[in-house]
């Protein structure tokens, strides 16, 4: 049984960390080197105190498999981004799945994705929980490609 869990504190950061060196994270992220740790500890925890984003861990047992972040837009829109430390599993889809309960159910009634137009398994979990390609597109560098990726805007509304 898995289960979403609201980061309230510092303890999941090692998690963070591990789905933050993963190679597709980094490459999809536009970098080609995996982050700084001492970088990407103060920025979760910077995330953590801030009214503007929340960060969720998918967990079995103790074991964490996944996470997403929201960032609010305003009030009633987030853009979200996921990762997951396992694929092929369906921990990625579960996690945004668990994610939009947890946004609708707290009166968030638009969830954004920007996913690049090669990412064939965000796509799928985009798709296969309801979210629709809103026709707008941004041109992201992805360093290891040394060329600009189309990252398209998909939408989910309550």
């Not at 289960?3 to 597709?24: N, P, V």
């Not at 079995?60 to 599993?89: C, D, P, W």
């Amino acid at each position: 049984m898995t289960k979403l869990i609201l980061a309230k504190d510092e303890k999941f950061f090692e998690d963070y960390f591990k789905i933050k060196c993963l190679k597709t994270n980094i490459f999809y992220s536009g970098f080609s080197n995996p982050p700084v740790r001492e970088e990407l500890e103060k920025s979760f925890t910077e995330k953590l105190k801030s009214n503007k984003y929340k960060l969720f861990f998918l967990a079995r047992q103790s074991h964490v498999l996944s996470y997403s972040q929201i960032r609010f837009i305003n009030e009633k829109t987030v853009e979200m981004s996921y990762a997951s430390l396992v694929t092929g599993q369906g921990y990625g889809s579960k996690v945004v799945e668990e994610t939009i309960k947890f946004c609708f159910e707290n009166e968030i009634d638009i969830i954004i994705l920007y996913i690049a137009e090669i990412n064939i398994f965000s796509i799928r979990i985009a798709e296969k929980n309801g979210f629709t390609k809103t026709g707008k597109v941004e041109l992201r560098m992805l360093q290891q490609l040394n060329r600009e990726i189309l990252f398209n805007e998909w939408i989910l509304r309550k």
